[in-house]
């Protein structure tokens, strides 16, 4: 009698314990998941913000330019028209970075790409002005993309 409540112990300590080590792996297969959701969804939004903003970098370059050059008025309305389209399309992402990146680095640099990309709108006195605001923004978006890629090496330790 002895021997068969020790084994119905052992099945039910035996049982008691794989589903504890179940549950535990269960867990941390969920947190991987987690984790590499969230560097898809980071991936993602500095995919898309650097993108947005290069294509509103080469929309404010050609309408400076079309202006500098003394271009038609039609052109240069329909380059400015882009140019607002361009711009709009950066708020979704930025908004994503910022839901989903905190690190201050990362958070600076994006700003940094967005005003300095914001800020070819005002350098369209002179080819000079204009190009000197395209290497600024160049540089700035590299710097972006470079902050990006080290906090989510430094996510992935």
């Not at 202006?67 to 979704?92: F, K, Y």
């Amino acid at each position: 009698m002895l021997t068969a409540l020790l084994a119905v112990a052992g099945t039910l300590l035996g049982t008691a314990v794989a589903a504890q080590l179940q549950d535990r792996s269960a867990r941390r297969a969920e947190a991987v998941q987690r984790r590499e959701r969230a560097r898809a969804e980071t991936i993602d939004a500095v995919r898309h913000l650097a993108g947005a903003l290069s294509d509103h970098r080469r929309a404010m370059y050609l309408r400076a330019e079309a202006a500098l050059a003394g271009s038609p008025h039609e052109l240069i309305e329909r380059l400015r028209a882009d140019s607002h389209h361009t711009r709009s399309q950066v708020n979704q992402p930025h908004l994503a970075l910022r839901l989903l990146v905190t690190d201050r680095t990362v958070r600076t640099a994006a700003d940094t790409m967005i005003v300095a990309t914001y800020a070819m709108r005002s350098a369209g006195d002179s080819w000079e002005a204009l190009e000197a605001a395209r290497v600024q923004a160049v540089e700035a978006h590299d710097a972006f993309v470079d902050s990006a890629a080290r906090h989510l090496q430094a996510a992935d330790r």
